[in-house]
C-alpha cells in the first residue's frame, strides 16, 4: 500500500525513463543509469493537501518531483515551495532518521519515489548522484 497515493491500494507504477530523463538530478547520466533509476523508482500522485512526508516522522522513502508544487514547512511555518525537478526526503535518509520537515502537496502532484534501500544502493552505485544529493544537503542545512 502507498500512504502517500490518492488510491490506497496504489502501489505506484513503474517510472518510464523518459521522465527520469526530464528530472535534472538524473539528466547528465549515461541512458543506460538512467534505466536503472527508472528500475528503481515507483511513480506516484497525489492530491493536493497530501502529506508527503511529516516533520519528526521515519524516513521510509526519496521524492523527486515530476509535476506540481509542494510547501515546505517547519514548525507549523512554510519555509520553502517545490517545484518540478526538486526533491526531498534524502535528509532523513541519509543524514538522520526522523523527517525534520514535513512536505505538504499545493497543487495535485506526479512524483518519483524511490524507497529506503533502492536509494541507498542508488546513491552506492552513482557517486554523481550521491554528489548532488550531498550538495543539496550541506545547502538547506545553511539556511
Known amino acids: ?73 517547519h514548525d507549523g511555518k512554510v519555509v520553502a515551495t517545490l517545484g518540478p525537478g526538486d526533491f526531498f526526503g534524502e535528509i532523513a535518509l541519509l543524514a538522520a532518521e526522523r523527517r525534520n520537515a514535513s512536505v505538504i502537496a499545493k497543487t495535485p502532484m506526479k512524483l518519483i519515489v524511490i524507497f529506503g534501500p533502492n536509494f541507498r544502493s542508488l546513491t552506492g552505485e552513482l557517486p554523481e548522484v550521491a554528489e548532488r544529493i550531498e550538495e543539496a544537503i550541506k545547502a538547506r542545512s545553511r539556511k
Open 1 to 73: 500500500m502507498c500512504e502517500h497515493c490518492d488510491d490506497p491500494d496504489d502501489k505506484g507504477e513503474p517510472v518510464d525513463v523518459a521522465d527520469v530523463k526530464r528530472i535534472p538530478l538524473f539528466a547528465l547520466l549515461s541512458e543506460k543509469d538512467q534505466k536503472h533509476v527508472a528500475q528503481l523508482a515507483d511513480e506516484i500522485e497525489a492530491s493536493k493537501g497530501t502529506h508527503l512526508v511529516d516533520e519528526g516522522k521515519f524516513a521510509h522513502e526519496f521524492f523527486v518531483i515530476d509535476e506540481g508544487t509542494a510547501d515546505v514547512v
